[in-house]
């Protein structure tokens, strides 16, 4: 492609989800020329597509109010073969022969390699994954110094950077997303603020579920917490409002929570931030141009060893090759279209796979939050389905000397019963009374209501329905990663990503400890479970002996994609340094969560933001004065 | 996501006479299959002078035949219906059906007479002829479960009301009678019936995605099920 038709500008970035988008305005609000490259959609001028998807979807995923379409016109997942910028699904997380089975590459964008299935997902459109919580949690100091803290796991490794110098970046990433929260009620397990520091709102307010969480938790012993290996007394195990980038009252022209109980997939108020209000700001700076349906096919790397270009693909109308030169390359993708970028663009030393990878690390150790839920009927009603998908936690459970031995974990508390857990309440459980079926196990009967006993016995499940999730940390491990598909490629004749994927004996005993601490919670607050099996086909089933019995657990994904460019302090073991900047290139920046050396337990939004506006300002201060 | 089976010959039960006044509708059209079904909707009651009163009384009984099955009073399912001269005394050509800007009772109204009118009339003339018996709601639930076509039409209805999305009866009547039953298939009948979903309002909340609340309500205790459902 000859140089002179490439759109010139100071920063090019690529992605346009929340790191690309605080990068973007950053720059734009300092008068600096940036083009942004989204694979995806554009901006909507308003989200009315989005919601008349979501209202219209029969199974309402995260993914559902986004594009490109989950489902072709037949009905079926949509062939990622033929989708120009794909995207993974929790659909294609089911057994192998089944509808979404998840080793098929007609069904699964991602190229699932196994053992075990990776299962999060994210989107591909301006605004990036917009489904999230909104949760904006800090890591706790303790998180960034694992491999100091807990030697004898050998997979940890320290931050080349501590809460300290984040700290100030959190407050500025606080302040970008609007975060409703209490600094008390957030200082614990050595999380500090600066003096006089104040959250931009006021906390949002416990559910009726919350509340009956920490009154169970009230009554516990030394005794029965003792398989957790805390080194504090059981008092200290309490419910916190989760930090939320959800407005608590107006802020900044958005309004607050009206407790739709729909955070994901999608808020229909836009109470909860999401990238494509930052884009707009960044946009209006008049300095930002964001290109949608324009994918980054590669990158090029001049003989000094900077990158000299990004070319594209754009297919907004008949496809067309495009590139960009900048003086910085910001590389906000995520962390499977990250590495999977830089392994597609080629290094001008053969013996060096993709760009940035000098290490060979790029690709590696990708993470998650492995996700494990359990539900029940409680004894008394706690009216779920109402205000924000989840407004409380348990965070005093995700550092203490137990993480020598196990994963940690993180609580959270359901505000919206059944719904996802059983495949889509209310549908299931009332389909189940009405027609006479019990796929919810609650209707053992197997009753075929009308009328009154309809009524009566519905509001009686539902009121009673509780849901407890546990986020349990994952070791970075070599061997769970990211690579290039050389038989299956998108519609743009692209490879996709292949994916290997496992769980630590760590990682799963975190995940029995979760199940303990299940069983104490539904027995302090008398639920009562379903008899619920896992089915022997289940890809993310597996087995543990616990108290000398054989149980069969499984996991889900957070969503919480990490890992594969991580940050270090040294060449030879990491992609980027703790600016995000690559070893190999100078003006190159890997950007989001993809840089997490450790997963921790929180979610790592709040912290990719922090971590994106230090960027920024670097790029600012040193890159472009 | 499922491309749903239409009014079969079978649903229309034996014997069963079709109101051949109404405007041309035979029962040869509705053997016919789906498509003349379709097409019989267009020339069919609605369209013919006479049918607006017919329109009328169809109107209140599909209220009252709703509110009996799911549970949920009738002003809630059609705000401002009004049964006249009284609410044991119902006159159906004196009763008012209802006006409300959502009027989402004549959108499920339609899309059951599309797809399965005959049994439709049937289920209509249930709630006709048990507009005043002394337990209208348990008389209409006893007859609509003596056929099978009544009882699994009748599912869809409750469904419809309760989810906004459409479970045709006979899928319904697949997954309990067959011996390895499918996946559940519905599929939601339009953005304004997922909003005016009554599931989760019995269970004294929303619809997920369309609160009518407003901040902080999810720290106190619900208002009492009768303030959502009327019951």
Redo the contacts between chains.
């Keep these: 492609m000859a140089a002179e038709s490439c759109i010139e500008c100071d920063v090019a970035i690529v992605g346009a989800g929340f790191a690309g988008a605080l990068i973007a305005n950053e720059l734009g609000k300092a008068r600096k020329k940036v083009v942004v490259l989204e694979a995806g959609d554009r901006v909507p001028p308003n989200i009315n597509d989005y919601?008349?998807r979501?209202?219209?979807?029969?199974?309402?995923v995260p993914e559902s109010p986004y594009t490109p379409e989950v489902?072709d016109g037949?009905?079926n997942l949509s062939d990622p073969s033929k989708v120009n910028a794909g995207r993974p699904t929790v659909l294609s997380l089911l057994p192998k022969g089944s509808?979404g089975d998840w080793t098929d590459p007609k069904k699964s964008y991602l190229i699932q390699k196994g053992p075990r299935p990776f299962a999060s997902t994210y989107d591909r459109v301006a605004g990036g994954t917009s489904h999230w919580l909104g949760t904006c949690l800090r890591f706790v100091p303790a998180d960034f110094k694992m491999k100091t803290n807990y030697p004898s796991v050998p997979q940890f490794v320290d931050w080349p950077i501590g809460y300290d110098d984040l700290n100030p970046w959190y407050g500025k990433a606080e302040e970008e997303l609007g975060v409703s929260a209490d600094v008390e009620e957030q200082k614990y397990l050595g999380i500090q603020f600066p003096a006089n520091h104040k959250y931009p709102m006021p906390k949002i307010?416990?559910?009726?579920v919350d509340l009956a969480v920490a009154d169970a938790l009230k009554s516990l012993s030394a005794d029965e917490t003792k398989f957790l290996e805390m080194e504090t007394p059981p008092t200290q195990i309490r419910v916190r409002n989760l930090p939320a980038a959800r407005n608590?009252?107006p802020y900044r022209n958005r309004r607050?929570?009206?407790?739709?109980?729909?955070c994901i997939p999608?808020c229909?108020i836009q109470a909860k931030y999401d990238p494509t209000i930052t884009l707009n700001d960044a946009t209006s700076t008049g300095f930002v141009r964001i290109l949608d349906r324009t994918v980054a096919s590669g990158i090029v790397v001049g003989e000094n060893g900077r990158v000299s270009q990004v070319n594209f693909i754009q297919y907004a109308g008949p496809r067309a090759n495009g590139c960009v030169k900048a003086k910085i390359y910001v590389i906000a993708a995520n962390a499977i279209e990250t590495p999977r970028l830089l392994l597609m663009s080629k290094h001008p030393d053969p013996n060096v796979k993709g760009v940035a990878n000098s290490s060979d690390m790029v690709g590696r150790d990708l993470m998650d939050h492995p996700y494990y839920v359990a539900w029940g009927l409680t004894a008394t009603p706690v009216?779920?389905?109402?205000?924000?998908l989840i407004?409380s936690g348990i965070g005093d459970l995700c550092d203490g000397p137990f993480r020598n031995k196990r994963g940690a974990f993180r609580v959270d508390i359901g505000?919206?019963?059944w719904?996802f857990v059983i495949g889509g309440d209310?549908?299931?459980t009332?389909?189940d009374f009405?027609?006479?079926?019990n796929?919810s196990k609650v209707n053992v009967g197997q009753e075929?209501l009308?009328?009154?006993?309809?009524?009566?016995t519905?509001?009686d499940k539902?009121?009673h329905q509780f849901r407890v999730g546990f986020l349990v940390e994952q070791t970075p491990d070599v061997e769970n990663r990211v690579t290039l598909s050389s038989q299956f490629r998108d519609g743009l004749g692209l490879p996709r990503p292949e994916i290997s994927y496992n769980l630590s004996d760590y990682t799963r005993q975190g995940i029995v400890a979760a199940y303990r601490m299940k069983n104490l919670l539904f027995r302090k607050m008398g639920v009562k479970e379903p008899p619920v099996e896992i089915g022997k086909d289940e890809p993310t089933r597996f087995e543990e002996l616990i108290d000398d019995k054989v149980v069969a657990l499984s996991y889900g994904g957070a969503g919480h994609v990490m890992g594969t460019c991580r940050m270090g302090s040294k060449k030879d073991n990491s992609v980027v340094n703790s600016f995000q900047q690559s070893w190999d290139h100078d003006n190159l920046y890997l950007v989001g969560s993809s840089t997490f050396p450790t997963g921790a337990t929180a979610n790592p939004t709040l912290t990719l933001a922090a971590l994106s506006l230090r960027t920024a300002d670097k790029i600012l201060r040193e890159d472009l004065k | 996501?499922?491309?749903l089976p239409h009014s079969k010959p079978s649903s229309v039960a034996p014997g069963e006479k079709e109101d051949e006044s109404a405007g041309g509708f035979t029962r040869r059209r509705v053997l016919a299959g789906a498509a003349a079904a379709t097409a019989a909707i267009s020339v069919g009651a609605v369209d013919s002078p006479a049918s607006a009163q017919t329109r009328h009384q169809d109107m209140v009984a599909f209220v009252l035949l709703s509110a009996?099955?799911?549970?949920?009073a009738e002003g809630k399912l059609a705000p401002n219906f009004h049964p006249l001269p009284s609410p044991t005394n119902i006159d159906l050509e004196q009763s008012d059906p209802g006006s409300d800007p959502v009027d989402v009772k004549q959108e499920y109204f339609d899309w059951v007479n599309k797809r399965h009118q005959a049994t439709f009339r049937r289920l209509l003339q249930f709630a006709k002829d048990s507009r005043n018996a002394s337990d209208r709601?348990?008389a209409i639930?006893d007859k609509?479960?003596a056929t099978p076509d009544t009882k699994y039409l009748?599912?869809s209805i409750?469904?419809m009301w309760?989810?906004g999305?459409w479970?045709d009866p006979d899928h319904?009547r697949a997954?309990?009678e067959r011996p390895n039953p499918p996946?559940?298939?519905?599929?939601?009948i339009?953005?304004k019936a997922?909003?005016q979903?009554w599931?989760?309002r019995?269970?004294?909340?929303?619809p997920?995605?369309?609160?009518e609340?407003?901040?902080?309500?999810?720290?106190r205790?619900?208002s009492a099920?009768t303030d959502f459902?009327g019951?």
């Design positions: 919601m008349k979501f209202y219209m979807a029969t199974a309402k489902f037949a009905g509808f307010p416990s559910s009726l608590s009252q607050a929570c009206a407790g739709n109980t729909n999608i229909p009216y779920p389905y109402r205000g924000p407004t505000n919206e019963g719904n209310p549908n299931v009332t389909l009405v027609n006479g079926m796929r075929a009308f009328g009154k006993k309809l009524v009566e519905l509001n539902f009121t | 996501m499922t491309d009996a099955l799911t549970g949920i709601a348990q639930i609509v479960q009748a599912r409750v469904l309760y989810l999305a479970y319904l997954l309990v996946p559940a298939k519905f599929e939601v339009s953005p997922y909003t979903g599931a989760l019995v269970a004294q909340a929303h997920m995605g369309f609160s609340m407003q901040f902080g309500y999810w720290s205790p619900p099920r459902i019951n």
